[in-house]
């Protein structure tokens, strides 16, 4: 499995930003689709965003569209989840994960390991 790390989140106020990244040391990190899943308190994770191996692919669910983009650096192996407008209800833990497509986000067909995340808590 392909082994990730997350950073960035915390908190903030409502209509405030924040930027996730994700990264791994795997040279096979161009060869992923790159995603964005969360999981509130008491509720299944969910797919928030993902993006093809080129990044000319996106997907922003639609509670999301408009205030998150999902964005890609292959030469720094890095995935980026910029989040402005942040509301009360995007309050959770946030996993980056790889996957063979986008479409394969939409399934939750994950190559990744699950890390521990990064919390983001909006404060309304």
């Known amino acids: 499995q392909v082994q990730l790390v997350e950073s960035g989140g915390g908190s903030v106020q409502a209509g405030g930003s924040l930027r996730l990244a994700c990264t791994t040391s795997e040279d096979t990190f161009g060869t992923y689709a790159m995603g964005w899943f969360r999981r509130a308190p008491g509720k299944e994770r969910e797919v928030v965003a993902a993006?093809?191996?080129?990044?000319?692919?996106?997907y922003h669910r639609d509670s999301v569209k408009g205030r998150f983009t999902i964005s890609r650096d292959n030469a720094k192996n890095m995935v980026y989840l910029q989040m402005n407008s942040l509301k009360p209800e995007d309050t959770a833990v946030y996993y980056c994960n790889a996957a063979a497509s986008v479409e394969s986000f939409l399934h939750a067909i994950v190559a990744g390991s699950w890390g521990q995340g990064s919390q983001v808590t909006v404060s309304s």
């Open positions: 993006i093809s191996q080129s990044g000319g692919g996106t």
